[in-house]
Structure formats: structure tokens, C-alpha cells
């Protein structure tokens, strides 16, 4: 049941709005705008230990009572009881933490964070303490139970609550049932119903905090008005939820519960003054529909009764299959508005099947679909009439024949895909799997009798077609059995470089239709290396190529042949050499681009790139056994600078490096104009030829003055041109430029 905070305000509110209220509020504004005196009863017992979310109960109630007091006036007295938290098994392990008294926040936080879940839930005797804290007390005190359980130790809290109200103890009883689960409150709703207070149901750390908050909120001595609420059927009292809606707000009041209990059952509501509607939601009657009552109107001091009764009928669905009960689905549907009103499930038990379901009187039209048959067959029947107080007993028979399908691969079981298709229709009514255990090989197949054709496709055998069976009668009652037994080989492909394993793409084609009938992988495991594949009796063409190696060879093996339940074995061996290619400026890696060619074919092999890490310079190449030529390319330079390498010849085990060097220097150009970055043209030129080697741009920027060009040692002529400055000549510097120079050249421009 959820009335938060929220909730209340609102119904408060709209009570006031109607002018309802008002006197009742300005009567008790000053003497108790909310409650004053307050019992927290906690439960703290082992079973506070379980998980919300990842968080345990404890210790989201620990922090939200925390909250609570810390957010109380500070006129405000309290009290704090505990159980089950000292002694394990001990039903009178009950301990007033907290003596009633005005609020010392600090103190009571302290003792909130000492508890420590440990035993039972006395949940009676902790009221009973309660109750003779506060017996003496001339003004009402507002009790709280927080719960996530019910009485654990034979008491009885609906009884002391009402024992004590007779006595004339003045108090109001709140109950929060804390993550309660399934598990029937009938006994925290009737105390809380005897106590004149509301249950609240929270189900996490939010809901609990708004639940309490509603509770303190709540004066303990506000006058309301009462619902009293009796639900029956067929002369029983009646499960039902209850919702009722404030007219004015729209605000929902759920979550109360009349349960089968006298002591429930009347429900009876305590509510601000106001006018509601009432919804009434009958529970373990799935066809019987909810019923609303509106414009009930509570004033204070009155006790408002309203009594609903569920008339309904009885449908009993029984089903069978070959005279045995069988599982099966049934939905209830009205035949005018076409919805579907209640469903349910026989199974093949005589505890649910018949399965009896509770309907309002009028007609139906019921469907009952068959689970343990593999078409899933449907029966009907219409207009069945319910009338109330009268059951109707309805008997559903099927009838199925047993088809069971096996897969062979010689005497062993095999996975395949069974398809079982309806010969007068032609329509697929079943599929399935045999796999390769004795649990489902044969598969089995309930069938509605009839003559059926059968598709078996073996999984793993490749270049097989499937086996049919046609025109297999099947008779209800009666089993029929075939198994389709396959034949082939088995070939297994392996790669190696000497006697290690290489990873490697399999290719294995037709002979005689050039078709790929499989692909496979070996790797560098002895698990798939050699790779095996179950093969078709034929003649096949393997391709091998190898992934380890960088210019990835291919082996082919021609016209092998397989036999049915022979295995044959083929091992691709790859030869290859290392070529490592390095680039370096002295001691400095240096980023280079490589490029390898054959060089009896001119063709392209392969191409990689150094740059200038330890792991990737020297640069490898896991290559066959020939003859290569490799052009080594240094990145980086303002000029291109490339190294090549002829017919390098790399045989089978040998590691070849070469290391390129590639030395350079570096000149940095600035160009100013009283000391203010200019922009400017700055070209490199072959000072004998005269030839641009290179060229950039200063900016006004210092990112980008001045600007940088890396070059291989020698001569170079460098021209500097002021941007758009027709009146300023261009200067020319002659540079020798040595290994690792880092020459800085300023220059600057008279204005």
C-alpha cells in the first residue's frame, strides 16, 4: 500500500479548498500542526540482512530513520524500540533504545548505527512495550512499526493493538511493511487497521522515506471519518484490492487489501473529509471483473459502510491427450468485445487439470491450445453460458501418434536438423534437433495423426545432401521411428613452418565442380591445427595458405579423394626467411616507409612502415625463401631521402637486417620586423643548380614562426621573402648544414 507524503498534502489540501477542514485544522494548528510524540518500532531481526538493490535492509533503514529524526523539530519526543537485534532464537530479545523524551539528534543517530541484525520478530510483545511507554500520556502518541516480516513468535498484533485501544491507551498505529515480498500482511494491515492509522508497503530506500514522512506528518489526534469496506462472494468473504481516488485531486489511495479475514475484512479506511470513488479489485477470480462505487462522501466523526459482492460462476476445462491429462493453455474471451477476459494453464497434473476458473455471469467463448503436440492444435467452443453459483464442466480430448527421428553416421549418433512437413498441405508443422546425445537422438515428435514427410540435414558433413521420408503415416496412440544414417570421411588439414604450427586458411573445393564446399582455420593451436572436416564421399581440391607469413604462400593439394568412415591427413609445409629493416639518423630511430618487390617478377610483395619505436624498428618481414628488392624511404624530411636495397636473398631460416641511416639536420627560420613576428617566404634551393628543394611560411603567429625544415646534410642557399612588403628586398643566406646541426636563423626586416 503506498500513501506518501505527496498524497496526503494533496488530499489536505483539497480538503481545505472545499472548506471542509478548516475548523479542524485551526483547532489543532497550535496545539499540533503534526505529530509530537513519536515510537519508532525497527525491526531488526537476521532476516534485515537481505538485499535491496545491491544494499542491505539494515542499512537503508539505518540511514532513512536517520534522516527522519534529523529532519523532526527539535520539540519533538521520541522514543526507540529494537528486536532481534541482540540474541539469536530469543523471542524476548526486545530493548527500548530510546527512553520517550525531547529529541537529542546526535544520541539517538548514534544508537540507530549501533543496531546489528541478529534474531526473531516479536513483533507483538515490541507493540505491547510500545503500548506501556506511552499508556500515561494525556495527549495521542503516533506509534510506527517498520517491519519486512510478520510475527515470527506466536503473537498476535492485530489483538494487542485492539486490546489496547479498549483499555484507552491514546495512539495512533502506523505499519510499514518493508520488502515484504509475497508473503500474506494480513496481521501488520489489521494492526495497523486497529490502530487507526494506515499500512504502507515500501519496497526500497525512496519508499520507505516517503512512507515514514507520511506517517509523522499525520497529527495523532486529527478527527476522520471512516470507510468501512466488506467484500464477498458466493457468500465468502472475498480477497480484494482497494483503490480509492480523491474527486477533488485525482490522488490515488492504493494498496489496501481486504484478504479473506474477518479481522481485514471489513476493511475499514481512516480518511480526511472529502468525496472518493472506490474501485474494488477482486483477487484470485481472473474472470471476474473489478467493480467502482462513486461519490462516497466521508466527514469526520462518521462511519460510512459499503458492501460488494462478486456473484460469479465456475468453468471447469479438462484435458487430455490418449486418455492421459496433457498440458495446455486456456483463454476465456468475450465473444462481444472480442477481449480476452481471464487465461490460465492446465499442465498434466491433477492438481491444476481441470482447471477451474471463477467468470461473472454471462457467455463466453473458450480456446485451448495443446502444448505437447507439435502443431500446437487449437479446439474451440462457443457461447458457453456462466451463470453465477453454477459450474460448467467441459472436457477437451486430443489424440497424437509418436514420430521419432535418429541421425547415423555409421554407428554413431549425429547432429542433424529434422523437418517434418504436412504431405497434404505441403506446410513445415515441427522442426528439430537430434544432436549427438541418447536424450534426443531419435528426436521425438508428437503428431496429430495424419501422413507426414520427413527432411533430415546433416550439421557438420559437408557436401551432403539431405534424407527425406515420405508419406510416414502416424496414428494416435501408435510410434513410428526411421533413422537417416549418412556416410563420409574425414580430412584433416594441417600447417606447419618446420615443426612449428602456423596459422593457415583451409579452401576445399569440389574436383569436378570447382565449388567451395567448406573454409577453416587452423591457427597455432594443437585444438584446430590440423583442422579437421567431415567431408561427403568425393573428390576434393585443398588450398593452404599460410597467415604467419607476410607475403601469405599457398599450397594445393589435387584430387584427393574421400571414402566413407576413412580419414586422411595433409600437412602444408611453409618455408620462410626473416628480413628486418631498420632506419635510424646515428643512434636516433627514424620514421621510414618500406616497400618490397620480387625481384625476378617485379611484383609488389608486401610494405610496412619502421617509425621510430624499438617495436616496429627494426621493421620484420616473415618472407618465402627468394630474391627481393626493398626501397627504404625516410619520412619526416623536407626533401625525399630513399636507400635502396637489390636483390637481397633470403633463404629459408636465414635473418637478414639492414639498418639505413638517413642523417639530417635542422634550420629554423624566423622572420621579425622590429622585433614583431612578419609573415614571409622561405625557400631552400640547391645553391649550384638553383633547384627548390623545399619551401614554407612564417606567420604572424609563434606557432608558425619560426619555421623548420629537417634536411640531409650539405649546401643549400636559403631565400627569405617579406609577405606583400614590395619596398622590402628578399635576404639569401648560404648554409653548410652538418649531422644533427640545429641551426636557428633570425631575420629580421628594417622598417
Known amino acids: 500500500m503506498r500513501l506518501y507524503r505527496a498524497n496526503l498534502f494533496i488530499f489536505l489540501l483539497g480538503l481545505l479548498l472545499l472548506g471542509h477542514f478548516t475548523s479542524i485544522s485551526e483547532a489543532q494548528s497550535e496545539k499540533m500542526p503534526s505529530a509530537s510524540e513519536i515510537i519508532l518500532i525497527l525491526d531488526a531481526s537476521g532476516s534485515m540482512w537481505g538485499q535491496i538493490e545491491g544494499q542491505n535492509k539494515i542499512a537503508i533503514a539505518k540511514e532513512v530513520l536517520k534522516g527522519l529524526v534529523s529532519e523532526l523539530p527539535d520539540d519533538t519526543e521520541v522514543g526507540l524500540i529494537a528486536y532481534g537485534h541482540r540474541e539469536k532464537g530469543d523471542c524476548k530479545d526486545i530493548e527500548t533504545i530510546v527512553q520517550p523524551a525531547p529529541l537529542d539528534k546526535a544520541s539517538i543517530n548514534q544508537k540507530i548505527d549501533a543496531l546489528n ?9 515490541s507493540v505491547l512495550t510500545a503500548f506501556e511507554l506511552v499508556k500515561a500520556n494525556e495527549n495521542a502518541t503516533t506509534v510506527i ?47 495497523a487497521q486497529a490502530g487507526g492509522g494506515l499500512y504502507m508497503s515500501a519496497q526500497n530506500a525512496s519508499e520507505l522515506s516517503e512512507a515514514l514522512e507520511t506517517a509523522v506528518e499525520i497529527p495523532a489526534e486529527l478527527p476522520m471519518g471512516k470507510l ?15 483503490i480509492l481516488t480523491n474527486t477533488t485531486t485525482g490522488e490515488e489511495l492504493k494498496g489496501q487489501r481486504t484478504y479473506t479475514k474477518p479481522t481485514t475484512n471489513p476493511r475499514i479506511i481512516s480518511l480526511p473529509d472529502g468525496v472518493y470513488d472506490l474501485e474494488i479489485k477482486p483477487q484470485g ?12 462522501e466521508i466527514k469526520e466523526g462518521e462511519v460510512i459502510e459499503k458492501e460488494i459482492y462478486f456473484g460469479f460462476g465456475e468453468l471447469s476445462i479438462k484435458v487430455v491427450r490418449n486418455e492421459k491429462l496433457m498440458d495446455s493453455t486456456v483463454h476465456i474471451i468475450n465473444p462481444d468485445t472480442e477481449e480476452r477476459v481471464a487465461q490460465g494453464r492446465t499442465y498434466s497434473k491433477s492438481t491444476s487439470n481441470p482447471i477451474v476458473m471463477k467468470l461473472d455471469p454471462g457467455v463466453y467463448d473458450v480456446e485451448i491450445t495443446a502444448l505437447e503436440i507439435a502443431t500446437s492444435p487449437k479446439q474451440t467452443f462457443s457461447d458457453i453460458e456462466i451463470v453465477s453459483g453454477e459450474i460448467v464442466e467441459k472436457v477437451v480430448d486430443y489424440s497424437s501418434g509418436t514420430l521419432k527421428v535418429g541421425a547415423l553416421k555409421g554407428e554413431k549418433l ?9 504431405s497434404s498441405t505441403e506446410e513445415q508443422v515441427a522442426q528439430g534437433r537430434t544432436y549427438t546425445g541418447s536424450k534426443s537422438n531419435p528426436k521425438t515428435f508428437e503428431l496429430p495423426p495424419g501422413i507426414y514427410n520427413v527432411i533430415v540435414e546433416p550439421l557438420g558433413i559437408k557436401g551432403v545432401s539431405p534424407q527425406a521420408f515420405d508419406n510416414i503415416e502416424v ?12 556416410s563420409g570421411g574425414t580430412l584433416k588439414v594441417g600447417a606447419l613452418q618446420g615443426e612449428k604450427l602456423l596459422d593457415a586458411v583451409v579452401y576445399i573445393k569440389n574436383s569436378e565442380t570447382g565449388e567451395q564446399v567448406a573454409q577453416g582455420r587452423t591457427y597455432k593451436s594443437s585444438n584446430t591445427n590440423p583442422k579437421t572436416f567431415e567431408l561427403s564421399p568425393g573428390i576434393y581440391d585443398v588450398s593452404v595458405k599460410a597467415l604467419g607469413i607476410t607475403n601469405n604462400p599457398m599450397q594445393e593439394f589435387k584430387g584427393i579423394e574421400i571414402t566413407p568412415a576413412e580419414s586422411l591427413v595433409k600437412e602444408a609445409q611453409f618455408e620462410s626467411g626473416t628480413l628486418k629493416i631498420g632506419a635510424k639518423d646515428g643512434e636516433r630511430l627514424v620514421d621510414a616507409n618500406i616497400s618490397i618487390k620480387n625481384t625476378n617478377t617485379g611484383e609488389n610483395v608486401t610494405a610496412g612502415r619502421t617509425y621510430p619505436k624499438s617495436k616496429s624498428n627494426p621493421k620484420v618481414f616473415e618472407l618465402t625463401p627468394g630474391t627481393y628488392d626493398v626501397v627504404v624511404t625516410a619520412l619526416k624530411m623536407n626533401t625525399k631521402s630513399s636507400k635502396e636495397f637489390e636483390s637481397i636473398e633470403l633463404k629459408a631460416g636465414d635473418t637478414i637486417e639492414e639498418i639505413v641511416q638517413f642523417p639530417r639536420g635542422t634550420i629554423k627560420v624566423s622572420t621579425t620586423q622590429s622585433e614583431e ?75
Request: glycine content about 8%; hydrophobic content about 35%.
Open 117 to 125: 541484525p541478529k534474531g526473531k520478530t516479536p513483533i507483538t510483545d
Open 145 to 191: 512499526l517498520v517491519s519486512d516480516g510478520i510475527e515470527t513468535c506466536g503473537g498476535d498484533p492485530c489483538k494487542a493493538v485492539k486490546e489496547a485501544k479498549e483499555a484507552g491507551i491514546n495512539f495512533i498505529m502506523h505499519v510499514v511493511g518493508f520488502d515484504v515480498g509475497d508473503v500474506d500482511v494480513s496481521e501488520l494491515e489489521c494492526a
Open 285 to 296: 477470480m481472473k474472470g471476474v471483473q473489478s467493480k467502482s462505487i462513486s461519490g462516497i
Open 414 to 422: 549425429h547432429d542433424a536438423v529434422v523437418r517434418i512437413i504436412d
Open 475 to 486: 496414428k494416435a496412440g501408435e510410434i513410428v521411428e526411421d533413422t537417416a544414417q549418412f
Open 677 to 751: 613576428n612578419i609573415k614571409a617566404v622561405v625557400r631552400v634551393k640547391d645553391p649550384k643548380t638553383g633547384e627548390q628543394l623545399a619551401y614554407g611560411y612564417t606567420d604572424l603567429k609563434a606557432s608558425k614562426n619560426p619555421i623548420e625544415f629537417i634536411l640531409p646534410p650539405g649546401s643549400y642557399e636559403v631565400v627569405v621573402e617579406p609577405y606583400k612588403m614590395d619596398e622590402v628586398s628578399e635576404k639569401v643566406f648560404n648554409i653548410d648544414l652538418r649531422s644533427e646541426d640545429d641551426l636557428d636563423l633570425k631575420v629580421d626586416f628594417p622598417k
Open 228 to 242: 468501512s469496506v466488506k467484500v464477498t462472494g458466493e457468500g465468502k468473504l472475498q480477497d480484494a484490492y482497494l
